[in-house]
């Protein structure tokens, strides 16, 4: 079972349109990572956040931290062509291991 | 600075052989993982290395194995290949040396193919 449920599974956008992709921790986070994947290529980071209550913002791309949910959202604004892909979150559950969600897979339709 | 590198790209072996990968990591980064990536299972943790000691390893059988060198370049090697094998090995570099896991850098990978 994945200690890291990501949500949804997949999604399609209108172009311009607003996304948000969830990934809930069934451990306490000590920090949580989200990662974008083009398909069948490696991972690029995209932000790392370690505090509740954090948030961190990069261009469209905000994602936030919620400590006592044990949750993390990932938002992308105005989506654009672009923003396609495989967005994973990966935390740090064991020394030196991080654990990833299964990932969600973003279709931006022009 | 240049990124992780991973060699080869692409590999194709058959059962029962073994194959070698190798992974350079970003200049001055002395922890290296890796990682398997299936459809089916997702991104799996196999081992981290940091000064070429391996702290911590996932729950892969003993075929696979790892090692790191004193240049901070580590290799993994998959013996007695099976069909399920087949998948993306993605390596990852980070500083390493503080507590816990810092942010890891990932490499483009290198997909492998058993027939």
Known sequence: SQELEQSPQSLIVQEGKNLTINCTSSKTLYGLYWYKQKYGEGLIFLMMLQKGGEEKSHEKITAKLDEKKQQ??????????????????????????????????????? | KAGVTQTPRYLIKTRGQQVTLSCSPISGHRSVSWYQQTPGQGLQFLFEYFSETQRNKGNFPGRFSGRQFSNSRSEMNVSTLELGDSALYLCASSLGGGEGTDTQYFGPGTRLTVL
Do not use: E, M, W
């Open chain 1, 72 to 110: 993390s959202s990932l938002h992308i604004t105005a989506s654009q062509p672009s923003h396609a892909g495989i967005y994973l979150c990966g935390a740090d559950i064991n020394d030196y291991k991080l654990s990833f969600g299964a990932g969600t897979t973003v279709t931006v339709r022009a």
